[in-house]
């Protein structure tokens, strides 16, 4: 029996690199198989040579335009859904985590709806006034607003509660969201750019929208990884674990902040993209572990490879004008009914 | 026998009415003392204020000649543990992962990798009687052996003064006695000091070395079981009239 314990925890540590390994690889074919997707044919080769000509300069004999439709256009879409797939995954094991709910996503406290409104702000803003104010900063701005008041309506007088932060939530996310029904309701016409701004799409991501994903997303993953434990004894109930040690309000409000951070970049980079990050930690909680160290890189991994394939999809359904965050939800959302209702019954 | 826990004129209320008042008690080492009373009469708030839950008390509570409130919550963890009463548990992790949680105070920023961490869980899940389940998720396993996981858990943090509140109020009979045996076995042979809140007047009555019984926020009596035993004290703690059967080997309520 002794040695059996010792067994099952290599065993599982196998198991954990393994999961690991196999998602790295298919997150690296996923890419390349991008790389080489879309109206202008360019080859492997070509498509390596014009990499590192833009990394380390070496000499190519590749056409400018083709050049141009890699780097500019295919890398920088293909890692900003790797990043922000890893990114909503990592929120949303947060999210269940300080919620001590395995069914809560990183929108649940409405800092996406804070994120919808800030855009949406923007866009009527630029169109009525003819002035440009970038989408991506009112959207930041509105997502941390959204923050501040979601943690102070639910702290009272002995911390945060996960009740309280899912109360405040939905109150805060409700308004927010008649508010932007009323900006719909003002940009007339113009609605159809607030709509698909909200819907989530990867379509036109450039560098910038890179730079500005992947060190919060790396940044967030690193922070908590160091605070893993923390996160495992909250699911045990807030008494319980005061009595392990841990101050689960300063707990909770660091993760609240640390996955609003990731929230917040990557809905204002790409709006609303759904089930993602419900859907990973659920179904790897589910089939690998709960244990936060283990499942933080494994779902960081299966988010940017969900992500990355279901853009993948619509660009090859649509040349990209299905937004990715409309599919996530078609498939997503029947696929989660599924392994629900299976689980339930085993 | 050495003092770890001496709580001295504790008083404290919600929203500044009295709620405890003037509550007076001593644990020693290795002691085993229930805590009884009616629903309402204070039990699991003392408990609170003991572990911090809630603040503003008026009074003392001396921690092995310490303040309390002087000890770091992270130190505290490393002395006592609470175990509450079982509770819907959502997450999948497995047996031995929940138990090895235990160890967190001791081992703050480390995963429970080492050899000699791996066998002191083992050897806590195997005084349990947990062992079997180790692999198993814990949704998966019955009410009693979630709550002997759960006490395994509690014991991982190497307490010197170990919280029952209400831990076994969910049980049947066989597992109650069974947990009971755990406890009073690994505690006696730690020197751990045991507070159990219960509702098991038997239980208490057979296997405690002290009691206190609370009333309406006070201390009504607090000594050894057979001292206090009598149909005054059922009268007078828990407003209903009982027959007790008694004699050298055991004791049993008649209602």
């Given at each position: 029996m002794r040695n059996d314990i010792s067994g099952i925890i290599k065993l599982n540590k196998i198991k954990y690199i393994a999961v690991f390994a196999i998602l790295t690889i298919l997150l690296a074919l996923i890419a390349v198989a991008g790389l080489c997707m879309g109206a202008m044919e360019i080859e492997l080769g070509d498509i390596l040579d014009i990499i590192l000509n833009k990394i380390v300069g070496i000499e190519i004999t590749v056409k400018e335009n083709a050049a141009a439709v890699i780097w500019d256009i295919r890398l920088p879409r293909i890692l900003c859904a790797c990043f922000v797939g890893m990114g909503l995954a990592i929120s949303g094991v947060i999210f269940q985590g300080i919620l001590q709910n395995?069914?809560?996503?990183?929108y649940t406290l409405g800092i996406s709806t804070g994120a919808s409104f800030g855009a949406s702000l923007a866009i009527i803003f630029n169109l009525i006034s003819g002035i440009y104010f970038p989408t991506v900063l009112s959207a930041l701005i509105g997502a941390f607003i959204t923050l501040i008041f979601v943690i102070l309506i639910s702290k009272n007088g002995t911390g945060f509660e996960s009740s309280n932060l899912i109360i405040s939530g939905i109150i805060i996310s409700s308004i927010l969201s008649s508010g932007v029904s009323f900006i719909k309701m003002l940009a007339g016409e113009n609605v159809s750019a607030i709509v698909f701004w909200i819907m989530g799409s990867l379509s036109a991501k450039g560098w910038n929208d890179v730079f500005l994903v992947a060190p919060v997303s790396v940044a967030c993953i690193i922070f908590s990884m160091f605070l893993a434990r923390r996160l495992d004894i909250m699911t045990l109930g807030d008494s319980t674990a005061d009595s392990l040690g841990v101050d689960t309000s300063k707990t909770r409000l660091i993760f609240l902040i640390i996955g609003s951070v990731i929230t917040a970049v990557c809905v204002s980079v790409c709006g609303v993209i759904g089930f993602i990050g419900l859907i990973v930690p659920h179904l790897l909680r589910f089939w690998?572990?709960?244990k936060n160290r283990a499942l933080i890189p494994i779902s960081a991994l299966f988010g940017a490879v969900l992500l990355l394939l279901a853009d993948s999809i619509t660009r090859i359904l649509s040349n990209g004008e299905i937004p990715v965050g409309v599919l996530t939800t078609l498939i997503g959302g029947p696929f989660f009914i599924f392994v629900f209702t299976h689980r339930e019954r085993s | 026998m050495t003092e770890i826990l001496k709580i001295e004129n504790l008083y404290f209320g919600y929203d500044r009415k009295p709620?405890?008042?003037n509550i007076c008690l001593e644990v020693n080492e290795g002691e085993m003392i229930s805590v009884i009373g009616e629903?309402?009469?204070g039990k699991s708030t003392l408990l609170k204020v003991i572990n911090g839950l809630v603040g503003g008390y008026k009074g003392k509570i001396i921690y092995k000649g310490k303040d309390?409130?002087?000890?770091k919550h992270l130190d505290r963890a490393k002395e006592i543990a609470v175990l509450y009463q079982n509770f819907d548990y959502k997450f999948m992790f497995n047996c031995f992962e929940v138990v090895s949680m235990g160890l967190y105070p001791h081992r703050?920023?480390?995963?429970?990798?080492r050899k000699e961490d791996i066998d002191f869980i083992t050897n806590i899940m195997e005084l349990t009687d947990t062992l079997q389940f180790a692999?198993?998720?814990?949704?998966?396993?019955?009410g009693g052996q979630l709550q002997r996981v759960l006490l395994a858990r509690a014991l991982a943090q190497k307490p010197k003064l170990l919280f029952l509140?209400?831990?076994?109020?969910?049980?049947d009979i066989s597992a109650r006695i069974e947990m009971m045996e755990i406890i009073l076995n690994v505690c006696k042979k730690n020197g751990t000091a045991v507070v159990n809140i219960l509702h098991d007047i038997n239980l208490a009555f057979e296997k405690s070395d002290k009691i206190i019984a609370l009333k309406n926020g006070e201390v009504y009596s607090f000594g050894k079981p057979r001292d206090l035993l009598n149909n005054e004290f059922f009268r007078e703690v828990f407003n209903v009239e009982v027959d007790i059967d008694y004699n050298k080997k055991y004791f049993r309520i008649i209602l």
């Open positions: 395995p069914l809560a996503d990183p690998i572990t709960s | 709620f405890l008042k629903n309402g009469s309390i409130r002087k000890i703050k920023n480390s995963i429970i990798t692999n198993k998720n814990i949704n998966h396993i019955s509140d209400e831990a076994m109020s969910g049980l």
